[in-house]
């Protein structure tokens, strides 16, 4: 298993990592919906400047231990945070790219019950269905506002499944976009696998449960951040996430992050507190972004996007664009 | 690590699976709606008989890796086999309880797409929302239909996470109807984990990505068919499923599950035809269900359900009831 040679440079275990994925299905496809994205969104302008544009990324990604994928490992991610943050971008005049996990939140839809077709709708009369009073407007905004971003071209939307496919779409995202240069964001908020098993290293079939103990052997996925900001997409503001259950370790870990993948940003945040407020690590400050609870339905991603969205401007500025 | 001990007993094995979960939430109000369920179907009948009752488990268990659990090992399992079971099980008369994996396939739904709300929904006008014409009819028929049985007291949803969870339910649900004899079914087609990590083996926090090469141990969850069947619901016809992707060894595993968790049916199905064709072993027979291709929209599980609902209808007469 050449994977496993912890010695191996990034650069190789990244190309092991890629030659071992199953190739992504319908690239030509992504690839075209990616230009006609872009086309449509440099051309039109909000007040005179050319429109920023963030790539969102959001849910957990798995890895497969079967290649008949029967059993995976996961990771917990319900996408509240890409979903929220995704609506405050689109207000705050980016258009995004929503590359997200397959069944997790979706922008616009985050007051919702779990399954909301069968929990906000009850029958009329035996002919007629009607949204339950209850949920009357929070549905029908849904369903305005979502279907307002994607008809008009501001908000598209990329599903995945594996780490195999998280990370192509990924490189193929960021290098279809790289001319946008600095009015580029990714916003990295989808919670990526640490440990895959190579694909030429999986059994075919379902692993047979004969057995009292299973022993499965996971190589570490290589940190594509540094191939983002190296070779992918150079110019763009890019912001990661770091999520610990431990808050002691949390703002080291943040830091070394920052300066390891050289981030514009890292959103440091805590599983028990998130939802109340992150801290925004860059090179020179430490910034605590709350939840004003003041405002009923307030959301600590509407501080963060405004403050993302203010760094992002000036970074634009400093580029000289 | 006791549980890792293959020598022990299954009831030793079980003990240890138990006393390692932790406690399930909200026992008194999941007892409460089993009773409610029971009165209401248990005295209501159709056509003189007492109404039958079917727990239907549906969708993939997982095995977390950690206590505040970030990573987990998942099971592939749509719920789509559960899902349209339980709405053949309902047209044939049974109450059924539907205990299913969080975000999995619900009853009444399965022919919609995978974000109902988004995508069968449009604005109307700046005020209103209306269904999209292509799902007209399948959005009034789940929302009618599904509400009519959960209204009408016949379908009991009960929705789980874990291996844990799953299996402390199905443990609870089986000893508060073993009153119900031999009119009591088990349809158990959950994907459930074959392994797990002992709660008390887990580390509390979240997983370091450190090194380059994570080793994982895993125990083998204890097979609770046997108990189900000896302990928990002696009377109750059980049918369980076993899923493989190579059809090479599927007859033969299904026979040994039969003989082994004594149940009274095992329905064999491989992967990628598992929606075209089945085959259900008892110990007389192996009968080959095949979805009827020359009527549109019609399913597999059409005629499993009738089959099994026949052999139930026999099983219940040979008790002497």
């Not at 501001?154 to 946008?180: D, G, H, V, W």
Request: charged fraction near 20%; charge should be neutral.
């Amino acid at each position: 298993m050449d994977a496993a040679n912890g010695s191996q440079t990034l650069e190789a275990q990244v190309k092991a990592f890629f030659d071992s994925a199953p190739p992504l299905q319908n690239t030509q496809q992504l690839t075209q919906k990616l230009d006609q994205f872009i086309q449509r969104n440099s051309s039109s302008s909000a007040n005179g400047e050319p429109r920023r544009i963030v790539c969102v990324t959001s849910g957990g990604t798995t890895a497969p231990l079967e290649q008949r994928c029967v059993r995976y490992i996961d990771n917990f991610s319900s996408g509240h945070r890409g979903a929220t943050s995704t609506e405050y971008f689109l207000k705050a005049g980016y258009a995004v790219i929503f590359l997200y996990r397959r069944g997790s939140f979706q922008p616009f839809c985050r007051s919702l019950p779990d399954d909301p077709l069968l929990e906000c709708f009850e029958p009329a009369d035996e002919l007629n269905i009607q949204v339950c009073e209850a949920y009357s407007e929070a549905v029908k905004t849904a369903i305005v506002d979502h279907h307002a971003a994607v008809k008009g071209g501001l908000l598209l939307k990329l599903p995945y499944n594996t780490i195999f496919e998280y990370l192509q779409m990924l490189q193929l995202i960021a290098t279809s976009m790289r001319c946008l240069g600095p009015c580029l964001m990714f916003y990295l908020a989808a919670a990526v696998s640490d440990y895959y098993v190579p694909w030429k290293d999986m059994v075919e079939h379902k692993i047979q449960s004969g057995s009292h103990l299973l022993d499965v052997q996971l190589v570490q996925v290589p940190k594509m951040l540094s191939l983002l900001r190296k070779d992918w997409a150079p110019l763009a503001f890019c912001v990661s996430f770091k999520l610990e259950t431990d808050s002691n370790i949390l703002l080291n870990k943040a830091g070394t992050a920052l300066e390891k993948y050289k981030m514009h940003a890292v959103v440091a945040n805590e599983l028990t507190t998130r939802k109340e407020q992150v801290v925004v690590v860059t090179s020179a400050e430490k910034i605590i972004v709350q939840r004003d609870k003041s405002i009923s339905g307030n959301d600590v991603e509407n501080p963060l996007i405004n403050l993302l969205s203010e760094r992002h401007a000036a970074y634009i500025k400093d580029s000289g664009r």
